[in-house]
């Protein structure tokens, strides 16, 4: 039966709690409080932690992995790339086995180098994670390097293991396709975008996640809250 307004202030101020005598015999388990209340608390930053390492390893939430184009290797291509930060993807085929997908190997020891069309340095490469992997259909990619491009222009990518000169001389420099050239087998290396993140550093972007999951918590179990204190 429904406590009375006053029943209940009455039972809170004695008890520190709108559960009845019948409700605190239980075992915690039993009890919508424990549901509500440690399980559904520690479940929410459980996730949230997780999701805001994964977050802040991945470095965002990953976007188009070829926007800029392909590289089959060994080969050489020559791509028109925005300025800041863009990532290298190792793409080759990939193979089912029972329910997990595998990508083919690497090339053993495979260099990855961009520099300007026309002569210029060559930029500076960068590891990434490459702990995780993307499959669609017989094909896969996974993260291999990144650069920050430096302006926004045309850049000369070669993806050999043999000595290929890193650039044209600068008069015979060639010019970026409209089209983005794309690779349909065997390996190759994938230009595209680096992970979406809303905040620079990354690590406020993996503090945004575990704020944002808290918060969802927060507001789902609001409403139940409200009516195991009417019951």
């Known amino acids: 039966m429904p406590l009375s307004a006053n029943r209940l202030a009455a039972q809170v101020e004695k008890t520190g709690t709108a559960e009845g005598p019948a409700t605190r015999d239980k075992p915690f388990y039993q009890r919508a409080s424990f549901w509500l209340g440690p399980f559904i608390w520690g479940l929410g930053l459980l996730v949230a932690v997780v ?3 994964g977050w802040y390893v991945l470095g965002g939430f990953p976007r188009d992995f070829d926007k800029y184009g392909e590289v089959t290797v ?9 300025e800041g930060e863009v990532w290298l993807n190792f793409e080759n085929h990939a193979t089912q086995r029972g329910d997990s997908t595998t990508i083919d190997d690497r090339p053993p020891g495979l260099p990855v180098r961009v520099a300007p069309v026309g002569g210029g340095d060559a930029l500076d490469v960068d590891d990434v994670p490459r702990w995780f992997s993307s499959t669609s259909g017989d094909r896969g990619h996974e993260p291999w390097e990144k650069v920050d491009v430096p302006e926004a222009g045309d850049y000369f990518v070669v993806a050999s293991t ?5 650039t044209p001389p600068a008069e015979s420099a060639p010019s970026a396709a409209a089209e983005p050239p794309s690779v349909d087998s065997g390996p190759a290396i994938s230009v ?7 905040f620079d550093p990354r690590l406020l972007g993996a503090i945004l996640c575990v704020v944002v999951v808290m918060l969802g918590v927060l507001l789902l179990t609001l409403p139940f809250r409200y009516f195991m204190r009417r019951e």
């Open 51 to 53: 999701l805001g390492i």
């Open 162 to 166: 043999v000595g290929v000169p890193l």
């Open 192 to 198: 595209g975008q680096s992970p979406w993140t809303p």
């Open 74 to 82: 060994p080969g050489t291509a020559v791509l028109a790339l925005p």
